[in-house]
C-alpha cells in the first residue's frame, strides 16, 4: 500500500477522509507489528533544536510513541522504525503561536449575532486544520469559547493543534471585550458573553467568579482585557481597564490555580498597572516607552508580539473592511508606536513570543508574523524563530500546574521533547521564507502525521477517536 497521507491543500473534509482511510489502513498493518513501541526514524535531515544558533547537518531525529526519544548527528540504529527520508530538508519544532482566536473569524462582532455556537464550532474546526497546515502544532488561545474545544482536541476527537486555552477573556463595562449596544442598560447582557467568547465583570466578585469559572473549564491562564483597544467600539485608546484591586484578585485567582494572567494592554499606564498587580505577560504593548519596557525586564513580564498586525495591517487600516472610521484611526495610531516599541524590545533582550492575533483572511499566513518581526525590526532570523519556538515554550510553562502537557517538552527538539516536528525546504535560520506553508513539507504533531508531501508509506497518522461499533454492539 502506497500513500501520500494528505497533501493538504486546505479542505479538511477531503483531508479528514484521506487521514481517516490513511490510518485505517495503518492500524490494519499495524496489527502485523510487534507490541514495541512505535518508531518513527528521521534521517537526512538538518536539526534548528528550537535553541542552537547552528544546524545539526545530516542528523538523525528517533520518535517513539508521542516522545523523542533521540536527537544525533550520527545515523541512529532502529531497524523497526516506520523510516522518513527528509531529503535533506530542516527539521525543527513544531511553531508555537502565543496569541490565537480559534474561534473568531471576521473580528469579535460577528458572533454578536450572525452566528451561533455550532457555527463558530464549524469554523474553529477549518481554523484548527489551517494552523496545522502551516506548521502550528501549539496555540495559547487568548480568548475565545474555546475550553470544549481544547478538550476535544486532547481526546483526539477532532485534529488540532495543542491548545493552551484561556476560556472566555475577561473585560469590563465598556472595555475591549464589551460588545454590547449603544442602548444596553448597565448589567445586560453582553451578546459575545452569551456566545462565551468573554466574560463582561465588574468588580471583585465577578472578575474572581469568571476566572475560576475559565480555570474550573480547562484554562491555562487567564487572559484580561487592561485598556483600550482597536477593534472595539466603546473604549478608546488611552484608556486603563480594571482597577489594581480587580487586578490583583484575578492574579490571586490564576496563582490559586499555580499560573497566571496575561494582559491585553498597550499603553505605559495600563502596562505598569498590570506589572503592580502580578501580571506576567504583556500582550501587544505597543504604545509604551522605553522605560516600561526596562520595568518589564526587571521584572521578568514577558512580551507577546504582533508584527503583522501593528506594522502590516494596521499600516494600512483602510483595507480592514470590518473596521469603522475610529476603529481604523486607531489602528494608525498602534502603527506610529509599534516599530519604536519593538526595537526597544529587542535592545532590552525581553522575553518575546510570537502572537499573532490573526483571524479571517490573515489566519493562513501565520508565519508572516515570525518573518515580519525579523525583517522590520529584529534582523535576527535565529531570535525570530526561538520567539515561536523555545520562547514560547518557556513562557507557557507559567501555566505550571495547569500546562496540560507535561509527559514532555514543548518547543525544542531534544531527548523526551515531544514529537512535534516539522520539515522545510530551506534553512530557516539563513533564510525565514523556508517556514511559509508552501515550504512546510511535513508536520508531526504528539508522533502523528498530520501533514506529508513526502514519501511516509505507514507512519502512523491522526485517526480521529470516535466511539466504535463495538462500544454499541460488543463483538456481534
Ligand atoms: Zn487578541
Known amino acids: ?21 490513511a490510518a485505517l489502513s495503518f492500524n490494519q498493518s499495524a496489527t502485523a507489528q510487534d507490541n514495541a513501541p512505535r518508531q518513527v526514524l528521521f534521517t537526512n535531515v538538518n536539526i534548528f533544536n528550537g535553541v542552537d544558533r547552528a544546524l545539526i547537518k545530516n542528523g538523525s531525529v528517533l520518535v517513539e510513541g508521542n516522545l523523542i526519544k533521540a536527537v544525533s548527528a550520527q545515523p541512529i540504529k532502529a531497524p523497526k522504525a516506520f523510516k522518513v527520508d527528509g531529503e535533506g530538508r530542516t527539521l525543527m519544532p513544531g511553531l508555537i503561536d502565543m496569541h490565537s482566536h480559534l474561534c473568531i473569524r471576521n473580528g469579535m462582532i460577528e458572533f454578536r449575532g450572525d452566528y451561533d455556537q455550532m457555527a463558530a464550532g464549524a469554523y474553529t474546526a477549518t481554523a484548527m486544520q489551517d494552523y496545522l497546515d ?19 482536541v486532547n481526546k483526539g476527537i477532532v485534529p488540532g493543534p495543542r491548545i493552551f486555552p484561556s476560556g472566555g477573556f475577561l473585560s469590563q463595562t465598556g472595555g475591549h471585550a464589551d460588545t454590547g449596544f449603544f442602548n444596553d442598560r448597565p448589567g445586560d447582557a453582553d451578546k459575545l458573553e452569551a456566545a462565551l467568547f468573554g466574560y463582561i465583570v465588574d468588580g471583585k466578585a465577578e472578575a474572581m467568579k469568571a476566572a475560576r469559572h475559565n480555570l474550573r473549564s480547562g484554562a491555562t491562564q487567564i487572559k484580561i482585557m487592561a485598556g483600550g483597544g482597536v477593534a472595539s467600539e466603546f473604549d478608546p485608546l488611552h484608556m486603563t481597564q480594571f482597577s489594581l484591586e480587580e487586578m490583583k484578585a484575578i492574579v490571586g485567582v490564576a496563582e490559586d490555580y499555580g499560573t497566571y ?41 514577558a512580551l507577546s508580539v504582533q508584527a503583522v498586525m501593528s506594522l502590516q495591517a494596521f499600516g494600512n487600516p483602510q483595507a480592514i473592511t470590518f473596521f469603522n472610521a475610529d476603529q481604523k484611526a486607531k489602528a494608525t495610531r498602534v502603527n506610529s508606536g509599534a516599530q519604536q516599541m519593538l526595537e526597544w524590545a529587542v535592545k532590552h533582550d525581553l522575553l518575546m513570543v510570537t502572537g499573532g492575533d490573526m483571524f479571517g483572511p490573515d489566519l493562513v499566513r ?23 519556538t523555545s520562547n514560547a515554550a518557556e513562557v507557557l510553562g507559567f501555566s505550571g500546574e495547569m500546562n496540560p502537557y507535561k509527559e514532555g517538552t514543548l518547543g525544542k527538539i531534544e531527548e523526551g521533547g515531544y514529537a512535534d516536528i516539522i520539515l522545510v525546504d530551506g534553512n530557516p535560520l539563513e533564510k525565514l521564507e523556508a517556514i511559509r506553508r508552501k515550504n512546510v513539507h511535513f508536520v508531526m504533531k504528539d508522533g502523528l502525521v498530520y ?26
Open 134 to 152: 502551516q506548521g502550528f502544532t501549539t496555540v495559547r488561545d487568548a480568548g475565545c469559547n474555546i475550553l470544549g474545544i481544547a478538550k476535544a
Open 261 to 301: 494572567v496575561m494582559a491585553h494592554a498597550y499603553h505605559d499606564r495600563s502596562v505598569n498597572r498590570a506589572i503592580d498587580a502580578g501580571i506576567r505577560v504583556i500582550e501587544h504593548n505597543f504604545l509604551v516607552s522605553e522605560k516600561t519596557i526596562i520595568r518589564m525586564k526587571e521584572k521578568g513580564v
Open 451 to 476: 501533514k506529508s508531501w513526502l514519501p511516509t508509506e505507514n507512519a502512523p497518522a491522526f485517526q480521529p477517536a470516535g466511539p466504535k461499533r463495538d462500544d454499541y454492539f460488543g463483538n456481534l
Open 366 to 388: 501565520q508565519a508572516d508574523n515570525i518573518i515580519w518581526f525579523n525583517d522590520k525590526v529584529a534582523n535576527n532570523p535565529h531570535l525570530a524563530l526561538k520567539t515561536a
Open 1 to 21: 500500500m502506497s500513500k501520500k497521507l494528505c497533501s493538504v491543500a486546505g479542505f479538511s473534509m477531503l483531508w479528514l477522509a484521506a487521514a481517516i482511510f
